[in-house]
């Protein structure tokens, strides 16, 4: 027994000392972890980023971090410095009905005192030290003299000319004559991701200085909101809560950066239902500096024709995902063209920002004036390939006649009412509706993708077939949508449009087509970029 003892004595000892070893080692860990969480937590609180104007991420230190001390605190503080109210006084005139009942001169008003005017009100952002205000053209749009009121947000007043306005963006410039104003930090929205936290800061409903949070629920939405022939729609969609007089204002981002301008809801109410939008600030800002510089916007077309990529087609052109827009058409001469771009082409990014839908790149090209070069990857014959396109302008003789801006009358238009006639009567009389239908679909289903019918009561013009590659598809016209003209030239029949239409293909001139949706609303959809 003694023996024994003696043998497990020195065991005892070893595990002992193993274990004292091994406690000690943990205790050693652990501390270490313990300075490492304490380390960051330091780390966390002196921390602040920066963007700059271009993207690129700056570190700064500070006693604290907005986000995650104050929230929002100080970002709201600092935005509502910047958010101006709008007051646009209009002559009550333009809302008279424009007939023979309803025009008086200056004499009938003189004797109740004066025009009758009405107030417009709005939003607007500050975006230079120097007084110019940023904001939705239709704020001001109608202003009486060119001229608007200004409200800051410590209530000082100003009045604020008109700079110039565009209303294929639904953006104007004004100028307050005074300087010294807390300007806006311009962010970069080709940054912007769905989830980020955003806030929108405006004056809706005379609610001067309020801020809404929420997050960008969606990009590059097009809503068919703005009212223009030539309009440009990609949108940010948020959540956060935006009103009637929230137009003009601020989308700003967690650091306290313009990266919209608050634009439009999708509402059937009239008020706000969770769906607000804003115009992207890289393109907003673009047109700011052209009406600032030139008084108007300098617009650059890669004159195409497009359509977006389905999953079939991206498997018929051998692309790895479902991603680009494909040229349906290529202007001659145009800025496209010249650089090689071919129909058949599917244009995946501009300046290596990634394209999906048309809406993009109509929305990324007007991010440029005409002159500028860009850089374009392209899917061609199965090979990915990048070419430098010069972007053309309305001084270009090919991009005017394409945009039907030529002043010339084209002498081809006289001949069709003609043609029109002759069709009439080559047709059978009493066609039915279905015959009607038929013949739409064998004329243009198989080029175009869509059917058009005439209600032979009401005569409308309806949209009652599209195709899901359709470019009127892509471009945003939907089933029920009416046809009320065809490049400004009214439409009153299914041959009249077909007539129409074809004559502009043949021209190699762009479609513009306005439209009548529900709730008497008019919208018009662009089939060129």
Same mark, same amino acid.
């Given at each position: 027994?003694?023996?024994?003892?003696?043998?497990?004595?020195?065991?005892?000892?070893?595990?002992?000392?193993?274990?004292?070893?091994?406690?000690?080692?943990?205790?050693?860990?652990?501390?270490?972890?313990?300075?490492?969480?304490?380390?960051?937590? #330091?780390?966390?609180?002196?921390?602040?980023?920066?963007?700059?104007?271009?993207?690129?991420?700056?570190?700064?230190?500070?006693?604290? +971090?907005? =986000?995650?001390?104050?929230?929002?605190?100080?970002? !709201?503080?600092?935005?509502?410095?910047?958010?101006?109210?709008? &007051?646009?006084?209009?002559?009550?005139?333009?809302?008279?009905?424009?007939?023979?009942?309803?025009?008086?001169?200056?004499?009938?008003?003189?004797?109740?005192?004066?025009?009758?005017?009405?107030?417009?009100?709005?939003?607007?952002?500050?975006?230079?030290?120097?007084?110019? =205000?940023?904001?939705?053209?239709?704020?001001?749009?109608?202003?009486?003299?060119?001229?608007?009121?200004? =409200?800051? @947000?410590?209530?000082?007043?100003?009045?604020?000319?008109?700079?110039?306005?565009?209303?294929?963006?639904?953006?104007?410039?004004?100028?307050?004559?005074?300087?010294?104003?807390?300007?806006?930090?311009?962010?970069?929205?080709?940054?912007?991701?769905?989830?980020?936290?955003?806030? #929108?800061?405006?004056?809706?409903?005379?609610?001067r200085s309020t801020v809404t949070a929420g997050i960008v629920s969606a990009l590059s939405r097009d809503v068919a909101i703005i009212e223009d022939r030539m309009r440009?729609? +990609?949108?940010?969609?948020?959540? #956060?809560?935006?009103?009637?007089?929230?137009?003009?204002?601020?989308?700003?981002?967690?650091?306290?950066?313009?990266?919209?301008?608050? %634009?439009?809801?999708?509402?059937? %109410?009239?008020?706000?239902?969770?769906?607000?939008? #804003?115009?992207?600030?890289?393109?907003?800002?673009?047109?700011?500096?052209?009406?600032?510089?030139?008084?108007?916007?300098?617009?650059?077309?890669?004159?195409?024709?497009?359509?977006?990529?389905?999953?079939? /087609?991206?498997?018929?052109?051998?692309?790895?995902?479902?991603?680009?827009? &494909?040229?349906?058409?290529?202007?001659?001469?145009?800025? !496209?063209?010249? !650089?090689?771009?071919?129909?058949?082409?599917?244009?995946?990014?501009?300046?290596?920002?990634?394209?999906?839908?048309?809406?993009?790149?109509?929305?990324?090209? !007007?991010?440029?004036?005409?002159?500028?070069?860009?850089?374009?990857?392209?899917?061609?014959?199965?090979?990915?390939?990048?070419?430098?396109?010069?972007?053309?302008?309305?001084?270009?003789?090919?991009?005017?006649?394409?945009?039907?801006? @030529?002043?010339?009358?084209?002498?081809?238009?006289?001949?069709?009412?003609?043609?029109?006639?002759?069709?009439?009567?080559? &047709?059978?009389?009493?066609? $039915?509706?279905?015959?009607?239908?038929?013949?739409?679909?064998?004329?243009?289903?198989?080029?175009?993708?869509?059917? =058009? &019918?005439?209600?032979?009561? $009401?005569?409308?013009?309806?949209?009652?077939?599209? +195709?899901?590659?359709?470019?009127?598809?892509?471009?945003?016209?939907?089933?029920?949508?009416?046809?009320?003209?065809?490049?400004?030239?009214?439409? /009153?029949?299914?041959?009249?449009?077909?007539?129409?239409?074809?004559?502009?293909?043949?021209?190699?001139?762009?479609?513009?087509?306005?439209?009548?949706?529900?709730?008497?609303? %008019?919208?018009?959809?662009?089939?060129?970029?």
């Amino acid at each position: 027994m003694t023996k024994v003892r003696a043998l497990l004595l020195p065991i005892t000892s070893l595990i002992n000392l193993l274990l004292i070893i091994a406690v000690f080692q943990l205790y050693k860990n652990y501390s270490e972890m313990e300075a490492k969480i304490e380390n960051q937590h #330091a780390i966390v609180k002196e921390t602040i980023i920066e963007r700059s104007n271009s993207g690129n991420d700056s570190v700064k230190t500070s006693s604290n +971090s907005n =986000v995650e001390s104050n929230g929002f605190r100080s970002v !709201a503080k600092k935005g509502t410095q910047s958010v101006v109210y709008i &007051e646009t006084e209009i002559d009550a005139k333009k809302n008279l009905p424009n007939d023979k009942n309803h025009q008086f001169d200056e004499k009938f008003w003189d004797r109740f005192g004066g025009r009758p005017r009405s107030v417009s009100l709005g939003s607007g952002v500050i975006i230079t030290a120097d007084g110019y =205000v940023l904001t939705n053209n239709h704020v001001i749009e109608g202003a009486i003299d060119n001229k608007v009121t200004v =409200v800051l @947000n410590d209530n000082r007043s100003y009045d604020a000319q008109i700079i110039g306005t565009d209303p294929a963006t639904d953006l104007a410039v004004v100028k307050m004559n005074s300087s010294d104003f807390n300007a806006f930090v311009i962010g970069n929205s080709d940054q912007v991701e769905i989830g980020d936290w955003v806030l #929108a800061i405006g004056n809706p409903f005379r609610l001067r200085s309020t801020v809404t949070a929420g997050i960008v629920s969606a990009l590059s939405r097009d809503v068919a909101i703005i009212e223009d022939r030539m309009r440009i729609e +990609s949108f940010i969609q948020t959540d #956060a809560a935006i009103n009637k007089g929230n137009s003009g204002g601020a989308l700003v981002n967690q650091f306290g950066e313009l990266i919209g301008i608050n %634009t439009a809801i999708a509402t059937e %109410t009239g008020s706000y239902e969770g769906y607000g939008f #804003a115009i992207p600030s890289n393109m907003a800002i673009k047109i700011a500096k052209d009406l600032i510089e030139y008084g108007t916007v300098q617009r650059a077309y890669l004159g195409v024709q497009i359509a977006s990529v389905t999953v079939e /087609r991206a498997k018929e052109l051998g692309l790895r995902s479902v991603s680009g827009v &494909e040229i349906v058409n290529a202007l001659e001469n145009g800025s !496209a063209f010249n !650089a090689g771009i071919k129909k058949g082409d599917v244009v995946l990014s501009i300046n290596s920002k990634p394209v999906m839908a048309y809406n993009e790149l109509q929305a990324k090209i !007007a991010e440029y004036r005409p002159g500028d070069e860009i850089s374009v990857s392209v899917w061609s014959e199965k090979q990915l390939v990048t070419l430098n396109v010069i972007l053309q302008g309305t001084e270009t003789e090919s991009v005017k006649n394409w945009l039907g801006l @030529n002043n010339q009358m084209d002498d081809s238009l006289q001949e069709i009412p003609s043609q029109i006639e002759e069709e009439s009567k080559s &047709e059978e009389p009493n066609l $039915s509706l279905e015959t009607t239908k038929e013949q739409n679909l064998e004329n243009y289903s198989n080029e175009l993708g869509f059917r =058009v &019918e005439q209600d032979l009561h $009401s005569s409308k013009l309806i949209i009652d077939f599209l +195709s899901a590659e359709s470019i009127f598809a892509q471009s945003g016209l939907q089933i029920g949508d009416q046809i009320l003209e065809i490049n400004q030239k009214p439409i /009153r029949s299914v041959i009249d449009f077909k007539i129409h239409l074809q004559h502009y293909q043949s021209k190699g001139i762009a479609i513009i087509l306005k439209i009548q949706r529900s709730y008497n609303k %008019t919208a018009y959809f662009n089939l060129m970029y």
